[in-house]
């Protein structure tokens, strides 16, 4: 008997699986409320609902630490906890909450609300303007990334009667003025760009419906999206629209007071950030103006004013190098903080402009190593006196939440999480495995000191979008795997940031494949170190490491025991067709013409995964809610696998978004269910210390 397996690398688009991309299709849910009942009969268990008790009981305590931000006198939090699943939208002082238990002033309970209209509601952000009461919510329902809007009051702690009010899209809003809002939201007909998201910036005025909105400024359909954000920071109130091209290329407009609107001659592959009469550019590729050549990576300064009249006298604030890269900046009170990686470890700097040049200081006080973030306390720039706040942790260290005030040398802790798992006899130990080009591919390992040989260990990593992947606390995996004996490691790969765009162009588009690689060469180390076997590495990886965790199914299946792939990116021939997918051309090339798909089907497992191979168990789970990768991707690979007969498993909740659950519990229900599967299929005996399997 023949086994069925379409769609292959000779037939990429005869698909029999396609009806399963009908999210709410009558076929396909029955399909997901089928293989939810064989995974939770199999994994669901009581030993499941301890564990996943016991970490929502982690999540939900009223000792974490509540992150806030600062909106003219109060500090702004949402909370969750096992009373607050959806939320609590509350508020306090400074001097409040420096006190180890604050007194907050409930703004909007979220959970009353989603009762109350009978909605499956989540406050997703908050949009305000310096002085005034009135805030845009935006509210999701059950996660997605498509937003309701609707105008609050926080004096009167209600929504305002006939305020602007706007229904379900992607997309936002910033205020121009209390009466004026900039729309950037793909709202109406003709609104959208072939990713999903906003053609249109548009001056929204009270009391005018949104279909009569003044259009200032359109996009082609085939750009990602366009938005438009106010800029009190200057002399003269001005907008900055921002031409999204793709996913790492920005043309940038300024608009000012008049309405006059001209576009800066500055190449597209740019972060920019601007902060009253300056502005600073960090350059994606080498770059030469005026007689300079300055390179890919390096940060620059100049007078915006002398910008716009014609100079191009540029200061480098910032010079990279092979592994020393610009993680992020921002400005606040007029002074502008560079987030660095050098070799991994944390650097920030403070570059200050002045009319007599730039002056640069290192910002004191933080640990040279760990995770160390920054950012600053205000939500508005032009209210920003220069306080910052910074989290400090490590894989066994939980956060601290530093408060770095103006003027003084010491950050001061406000608020320390708590230890939620056992760390004791664990290490944190980096290390470098070499990969199938000879590239060094960093690599952190945290678990008991010594390599045995029989590490039951848990691996994961990203490798894309030009984002580092830092060794964080983690609660979950702290107390499920770490306590009970096991190993976690985190890789480093290729198509990250962590060493700059020579790193991330390295892992993307045709280079997708060596990002891919690298993940199996660490895999590989640990065995060739002595740490484990291959058969107890347990391997996870979401969104956009479900292609790096698929392509370990099919291409590096004897490195691995098993195999967890969440909310993932797996067909990569119909990808840019499902959702937002089309955003993401620039990370991995374009299906559609032929001299890309020829890179792009040598990661598409979808199309690679065929029968009568050793691959390991695998679980595919992702949420129905996730309007951003479309959940076809995880139900067809799903499909295809147990079709030619594979070990393959699949849960699909209701909601979550990208994302693993609405609420705590439904979070830790999701990451318990991965681990209870993970543990079970490399031998590890339920619930207790790791011991080798019999």
């Known amino acids: 008997m023949s086994i069925d397996d379409r769609p292959t690398l000779g037939m990429p688009d005869d698909d029999p699986w396609l009806w399963l991309e009908e999210i709410e299709g009558p076929r396909a849910l029955d399909f997901v409320e089928r293989q939810n009942r064989v995974t939770l009969d199999k994994f669901g268990g ?42 609590l939208w509350r508020r306090t002082t400074l001097a409040e909450f420096r006190k180890a238990s604050p007194a907050w002033e409930i703004m909007l309970d979220i959970d009353q609300l989603a009762a109350r209209e009978g909605e499956d509601w989540l406050l997703s952000s908050i949009s305000s303007q310096p002085g005034q009461s009135q805030v845009i919510l935006s509210l999701s329902r059950g996660g997605s990334d498509a937003v309701t809007l609707r105008e609050f009051d926080v004096d009167t702690k209600s929504f305002v009667a006939d305020g602007f009010a706007l229904p379900e899209a992607k997309g936002g809003v910033d205020w121009l003025n209390p009466d004026t809002l900039l729309l950037s939201s793909a709202h109406g007909e003709g609104m959208t760009t072939s990713s999903g998201y906003s053609r249109t910036v548009r001056l929204w005025r009270r009391g005018q419906p949104v279909d009569q909105a003044q259009m200032i400024f359109e ?61 600073a550019i960090k350059l994606r590729e080498a770059w030469s103006s005026e007689g300079r050549t300055y390179a890919a990576d390096a940060v620059l300064g100049i007078s915006l004013p002398a910008f716009m009249a014609g100079s191009r006298d540029f200061t480098l604030l910032f010079e990279p190098g092979p592994r020393r890269a610009l993680q992020g900046f921002f400005w606040t009170a007029g002074k502008l903080v560079l987030s660095i990686l050098d070799e991994l470890r944390p650097r920030f700097e403070i570059c200050t402009p002045s009319t007599r040049g730039w002056s640069r200081q290192t910002l004191g006080g ?105 060794p964080y606390y983690n609660a979950s995996l702290g107390k499920l795997w770490l306590e009970r004996g096991g190993t976690v490691v985190q890789a480093n790969l290729r198509g990250g940031g962590e060493f700059g765009t020579r790193w991330h162009d390295a892992g993307r588009l045709a280079g997708k494949k060596l990002s891919h690689d690298d993940f199996a060469a660490v895999a590989a180390d640990l065995v060739r170190r002595g740490v484990t076997k291959a058969k107890w590495i347990a391997a996870q990886g979401g969104s956009n490491g479900g292609i790096l965790i698929t392509n370990m199914l099919v291409r590096y299946p004897e490195r691995f025991g098993a195999l967890f792939c969440t909310i993932p990116l797996i067909d990569m021939r119909r990808y840019t067709k499902l959702l937002a997918g089309a955003s993401w051309i620039a990370e991995y090339g374009d299906p559609d013409k032929a001299g890309e798909w020829e890179w792009l089907k040598t990661y598409s497992a979808y199309h690679n995964a065929k029968p009568g191979q050793s691959y390991p168990p695998i679980l595919i789970a992702t949420t129905r809610r996730d309007d951003r990768v479309h959940p076809g991707h995880a139900r067809k690979m799903a499909a295809k ?27 830790a229900g999701f990451e318990v269910l991965g681990y209870q599967f993970l543990t079970d299929k490399i031998g590890w005996r339920d619930g207790e210390a790791w011991g080798l399997p019999s």
């Open 366 to 470: 933080l640990p040279g190593i760990g995770v160390v973030d920054v950012w600053p306390l205000d939500r508005h720039a032009s209210e920003s006196n220069g306080d910052l706040l910074a989290n400090v942790q490590d894989p066994l260290t939980p956060p601290s939440l530093l408060l770095i005030e103006r003027g003084v040398t010491s950050p001061t802790v406000l608020k320390q999480a708590p230890r939620t798992f056992t760390a004791d006899g664990l290490v944190v130990t980096q290390h470098e495995a070499i990969s199938i080009d000879g590239e060094r591919i960093p690599y952190v390992q945290t678990g008991p000191a010594g390599e045995t040989g029989d590490a039951p260990v848990y691996m994961t990593a990203y490798g894309g979008f030009g984002l580092a992947v830092k």
């Open 641 to 667: 696998l147990q079709a030619m007969g594979y070990e393959a498993w699949f849960y699909e909740p209701a909601a979550g978004g990208h994302g693993y659950g609405k609420d705590n519990k439904e979070r």
């Open 219 to 279: 996009t082609t359909a085939d750009h990602m999206m366009v938005y438009g954000s106010a800029d009190d920071t200057g002399a003269k109130p001005r907008t900055w629209i921002t031409d999204q091209i793709d996913f790492f290329n920005y043309a940038i407009w300024l608009r000012d007071e008049a309405g006059a609107t001209k576009k800066l001659d500055l190449p597209t592959g740019i972060w920019l950030q601007a902060h009253g009469d300056w502005f």
């Open 46 to 87: 009581p030993a499941f609902e301890r564990d996943r008790d016991t970490l929502a009981a982690i999540y939900d305590r009223p000792d974490n630490i509540p992150y806030v931000s600062r909106r003219g006198t109060h500090l702004h939090n949402l909370w969750k906890d096992a009373a607050n699943p959806r939320g």
